[in-house]
Nanobody, 122 residues
Framework: QVQLVESGGGLVQAGGSLRLSCAAS????????MGWFRQAPGKEREFVAA????????YYSDSVKGRFTIPRDNAKNTGYLQMNSLKPEDTAVYYC???????????????WGQGTQVTVSS
């Protein structure tokens, strides 16, 4: 089992950058594939990005491709979501998630963090 804690959210102007962190405790972080999801007010939770556990292959939604990256540092038991060129439509609560299987980066995920708010002003 793994526990996930996100941090790094906040208020940023459009065009700015933020880096979210997902600190994992418990079982070895390198055993897990990791994903980031987000949920805006009144909308369903949506996939943002994921990275496999085995070969570091990353996946992105079309809406963030080219602007976001999902590095991970297994030595620090931490995953990240680097967000550049932020837009007001990126405003949402961002959640990190983890699962043991690399199959299907969209999910389902077994473990979730509590979420961190990202607000992008225009």
């Amino acid at each position: 089992q793994v526990q996930l804690v996100e941090s790094g959210g906040g208020l940023v102007q459009a065009g700015g950058s933020l880096r979210l962190s997902c600190a994992a405790s418990g079982r070895t972080f390198s055993s897990y594939a990791m994903g980031w999801f987000r949920q805006a007010p009144g909308k369903e939770r949506e996939f943002v990005a994921a990275i496999s556990r085995s070969d570091g292959v990353s996946y992105y939604s079309d809406s963030v491709k080219g602007r976001f990256t999902i590095p991970r540092d297994n030595a620090k038991n931490t995953g990240y979501l680097q967000m550049n060129s932020l837009k007001p439509e990126d405003t949402a609560v961002y959640y990190c998630a983890a699962k043991l299987s690399d199959y299907d980066h969209l999910g389902p995920y077994d473990y979730w963090g509590q979420g961190t708010q990202v607000t992008v002003s225009s």
